[in-house]
């Protein structure tokens, strides 16, 4: 009975033996899916087209202001020189009388350099326009802490407040600058604090008393300053 057993284990063993030498070495399983990532078929090395970044044109300084400016259409970049509403209409169109201007002081070393102030309340086109056309000038621009400070002397005592000088903020966008109506270089500022980040509008006055500058919705009417 021992001997029958033991016969069995032997011929079963033999068997598993013979099974697994013919079945070979099991290969690894496959799978039928393939990540687009290897495809031959898709290009090699393409480059992903992106936006060039905006050029912003040739101009005096560019600024960064977060805030927009004020509503209004008066307001927006207009043609140098261009009349805004019914202001400045040709026929309605008269110079200041010379009651309502003040000759200020200019630069004691340009005898060319002079400056008016118009008593007159105009926006801002308006009164660059009737420094233009009764003046042939152009707004005030300024150029050094000098003359900035012998205008607001010889404004302080008026109690005009604020008035225009010929500063204007053009361009939309991360393309905005600050430039002069006359195309000056913009090589001062003298910005009252906070400005001209923190500021409304896109045309510049001069306050009368400290004689720092601020930004201004350029809709707003107010006595000027005329250079010529």
Not at 153 to 179: D, E, F, T
Not at 202 to 211: D, F, I, L, S
Request: glycine content about 10%.
């Amino acid at each position: 009975m021992k001997f029958a057993l033991l016969l069995a284990l032997l011929v079963g063993g033999a068997s598993a033996l013979h099974l697994s030498e013919s079945s070979g070495p099991s290969e690894p399983e496959t799978s039928d899916f393939k990540s687009p990532l290897e495809d031959d078929n898709l290009p090699r090395d393409v480059e992903i087209s992106r936006p060039e970044a905006e050029e912003c044109p040739p101009g005096e300084e560019l600024i960064s202001l977060e805030e927009e400016e004020g509503s209004g259409s008066d307001d927006t970049p207009g043609v140098e020189g261009a009349v805004s509403g019914q202001d400045m209409a040709d026929e309605d169109f008269q110079c200041p009388k010379e009651e309502d201007t003040i000759s200020l002081k200019g630069n004691p070393g340009c005898k060319t350099c002079r400056f008016l102030l118009v008593r007159q309340f105009l926006k801002f086109d308006s009164a660059q326009s009737v420094c233009r056309r009764c003046y042939r000038g152009n707004l005030a621009s300024i150029h050094s802490f000098s003359i900035n400070f012998q205008i607001q002397a010889s404004l302080k005592a008026l109690n005009q407040a604020q008035v225009w000088i010929g500063g204007r903020i053009r361009g939309l966008g991360p393309c905005k600058r600050l430039q002069w109506v006359d195309g000056s270089s913009w090589n001062f500022a003298y910005w009252a604090s906070g400005q001209p980040r923190c500021g409304v509008g896109r045309c510049v006055t001069m306050c009368t008393r400290g004689g720092h500058w601020r930004r201004s919705l350029c809709i707003k009417r107010r006595p000027f300053i005329c250079s010529y």
